[in-house]
């Protein structure tokens, strides 16, 4: 034992004693953890989209034209962007032309979103091509430095001069040949002339549940181990879009890819919008959790807002894509939807007004109309829904409306605002639809400070927070920690949840997804009232019933102090020789971070733990986030 814990036992002041009472107990939020997900920095696109081609159809707009970047030609052999007279189709109408200089094996060559891992299993891929060509493609996997094969396949052309033909193919890899890999699709010129013209290059992994068009299996089984019950899409920022008319349009983002033109997102790169609308409700579905569905509210990033009278148009436009959702086949835009191929209807409880309307000069016409008109028409034709106005700022508060909440503090913020929503107006629910603390004590704002962050002290701090948050289910709903997630080869915001790059053995999980992790895992179904001997800080606890576990549980953080803390806690019936179990999460000092490449320092302790003659005996260090969980009754 070190000097310092030995002092600070002797010094210490008797354990705050805590009984948990069964009576008068309050149903809990069944949201209570979500995710914030937004396409930022190669999230998305790069991220948990699983396509592997970066800039895989040469999409581009008014705001970000098309470009080659990041492709090279293969062989020799010269590379440009033409639009065809017969374009691909009119949502792509860019395509690479490759033109060969010598005969032999030409073609083009795509890094990917900084690499593509090469892993034993199958490769699907495609691509479409223009031109007269008889004899094979060659999709390959080749190491980017020395250009080797990894894994390749042959792919017989059917291509013509009358058209574009769709080639499909798998890969297989029998090798794990790491990710610093290129792409190659080559073919046999047998001229020095021959040109061929090719677009919507694609390939995927395997993907989450097998889906087409799917997601990243390693990054979904990390947002799984989060065990998420909602999840706010599809993006807050993104979807405002910078300049005017850079909106995300839900209309699109559907059907077949050929048929989207993707946009500039707001973080200035163009979005494929292959993860688009349906492929988020999917998402949805695949994490079980509950679409929380921003639509966008005439607000622009660069303070462009739409008038009054020209608004009704977005309005329609919003019931359109809840209809389109939630519609079935004799409505519209529900038919819509059933012809893609999705005939049952998708739930949506929740849906939210805007993003963060009090920034960008919007206040005054959300207050004034934008909200009002969204609310009134909404409610309206969808009385069932939950619709939630971007800010708290919002003045009148119409009934029924549920406030999202945004925040980015610092430590000793958050842990103040453990009791935040104690003294709510519960007429109005809150939802955190944005949190994570982003600043350090001195507040200043640390998401520029690249890879660092989030830091140990921070995830404790939240979890301070999130504890307000459990013990508040009659004002608020739940808490999504943003952003979620970061490619380390490009981003610009901290903290972040996961970090991650093409290597998908490498994914990082951050100190604070080590607190939601705990805290998601351990829900109660009952919020149970505590009788405590002591004051909150520096410890702070929530403690409930988890009805379908049989399971009583404690949740509890411990913030600055010199002394350990000592608990002893009682649960409805727990008598001496029960047994629990005691998970704790400690690291090595408070400005602990878990770095992309480093070992994760979050160390995660659980024990089995009797009760003694005063009950569940344990003590706690600064800085620590502990579970106590006691099922008093097996569940079969
Ligand atoms: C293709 O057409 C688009 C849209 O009209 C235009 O912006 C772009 O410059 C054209 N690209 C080429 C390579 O001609
Ligand atoms: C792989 O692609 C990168 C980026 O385009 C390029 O710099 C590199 O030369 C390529 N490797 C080979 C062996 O061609
Ligand atoms: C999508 O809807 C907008 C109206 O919100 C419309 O201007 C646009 O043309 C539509 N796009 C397609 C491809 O139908
Ligand atoms: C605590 O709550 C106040 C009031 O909403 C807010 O201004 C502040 O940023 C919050 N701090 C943190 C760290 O959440
Ligand atoms: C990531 O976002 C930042 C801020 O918008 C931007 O400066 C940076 O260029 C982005 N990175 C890429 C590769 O787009
Ligand atoms: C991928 O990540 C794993 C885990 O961090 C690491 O061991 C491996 O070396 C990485 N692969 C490459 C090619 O860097
Ligand atoms: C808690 O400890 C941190 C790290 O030492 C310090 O920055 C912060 O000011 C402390 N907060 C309070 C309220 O004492």
Not at 112 to 130: A, E, N, R
Not at 377 to 405: C, F, M, N, R
Request: charge should be negative.
């Amino acid at each position: 034992m070190r000097l310092s814990s030995l002092l600070s036992l002797a010094t210490n002041v008797a354990a705050v004693t805590i009984s948990v009472s069964k009576d008068e107990g309050k149903d809990a939020s069944p949201l209570q953890y979500g995710l914030m997900f937004e396409d930022i920095n190669f999230s998305g696109d790069g991220g948990i989209y699983a396509e592997l081609i970066r800039n895989r159809a040469f999409q581009g707009d008014e705001f970000m034209p098309s470009t080659l970047d990041p492709w090279s030609a293969f062989g020799p052999a010269d590379i440009s962007l033409f639009n065809l007279t017969t374009p691909l189709s009119s949502a792509l109408p860019t395509s690479v032309t490759v033109k060969g200089r010598a005969r032999g094996e030409i073609g083009i060559s795509n890094p990917g979103y900084w690499g593509i891992d090469v892993l034993p299993q199958t490769y699907k891929g495609s691509f479409w091509v223009f031109g007269d060509y008889q004899g094979d493609f060659k999709a390959a996997l080749r190491s980017a430095s020395s250009g080797e094969i990894l894994a390749s396949v042959n792919i017989p052309s059917h291509s013509n001069t009358r058209g574009w033909t769709k080639h499909e193919f798998a890969l297989d890899s029998d090798i794990a040949a790491g990710y610093k890999t290129n792409f190659t699709l080559t073919f046999v010129a047998e001229s020095s002339h021959q040109v061929l013209n090719f677009n919507l290059i694609s390939l995927f992994p395997p993907t989450y549940n097998n889906r087409e068009n799917g997601l990243r299996q390693d990054l979904m089984q990390s947002l799984k181990d989060l065990n998420p019950s909602f999840m706010r899409i599809p993006g807050g920022n993104n979807l405002q879009g910078k300049l005017p008319g850079s909106r995300w349009k839900w209309n699109e983002t559907i059907g077949d890819l050929i048929d989207r033109p993707g946009r500039t997102g707001a973080w200035r790169y163009h979005n494929t919008d292959g993860l688009g609308l349906i492929e988020y409700m999917l998402w949805c579905q695949d994490l079980k959790v509950e679409p929380v569905l921003i639509l966008w509210a005439g607000l622009y990033l660069d303070g462009t807002v739409i008038p009054e009278n020209e608004l009704d148009f977005y309005v329609q436009d919003a019931l359109h894509e809840i209809e389109f959702l939630t519609g079935d086949a004799s409505t519209e835009y529900g038919a819509k939807r059933v012809a893609l191929g999705y005939a049952t209807p998708f739930e949506i409880n929740f849906v939210g007004v805007g993003n963060e309307d009090h920034f960008s000069s919007g206040m005054t016409s959300y207050n004034e109309y934008r909200f009002r008109m969204f609310f009134d028409a909404i409610s309206e034709k969808y009385p069932h829904l939950q619709i939630l106005s971007s800010t708290i700022e919002l003045d009148p508060i119409p009934k029924g409306a549920v406030l999202d909440y945004h925040d980015y503090g610092n430590p000793d913020g958050a842990v103040r605002n453990f009791t935040l929503f104690d003294d709510q107006d519960a007429s109005n629910k809150i939802l955190v639809g944005e949190y994570g603390v982003a600043r350090n004590n001195g507040n200043e704002v640390l998401w520029k400070d690249h890879r660092k962050r989030p830091w140990w002290i921070a995830s404790v701090a939240e979890a301070v927070f999130y504890l307000g948050v459990e013990r508040n289910p009659d004002t608020v709903y739940g808490c999504a920690f943003a952003p979620l997630l970061q490619n380390i080869e490009s981003y610009q915001w901290n903290p972040n949840l996961i970090t991650f790059n093409a290597n998908t053995s490498a994914t990082v999980r951050s100190t604070s997804f080590h607190v939601m992790e705990l805290l998601s895992n351990n829900r109660f179904t009952t919020l149970l009232p505590v009788e405590n001997s002591d004051e909150y800080d520096p410890g702070f606890w929530v403690a409930g019933l988890n009805d379908d576990l049989n399971t009583y549980v404690w949740k509890g953080a411990v913030y600055n102090t010199t002394t350990e803390q000592e608990f002893e806690i009682n649960f409805p019936g727990s008598q001496q020789g029960a047994v629990a179990e005691l998970t704790v999460l400690t690291a090595p000092d408070p400005f602990s971070e878990n770095i992309f490449g480093e070992p994760d320092l979050v160390d995660t302790r659980r024990t089995r733990l009797e009760a003694g003659q005063k009950g569940f005996a344990f003590v706690l260090p600064q800085w620590s986030v502990a579970v106590l969980s006691w099922q008093y009754r097996s569940t079969k």
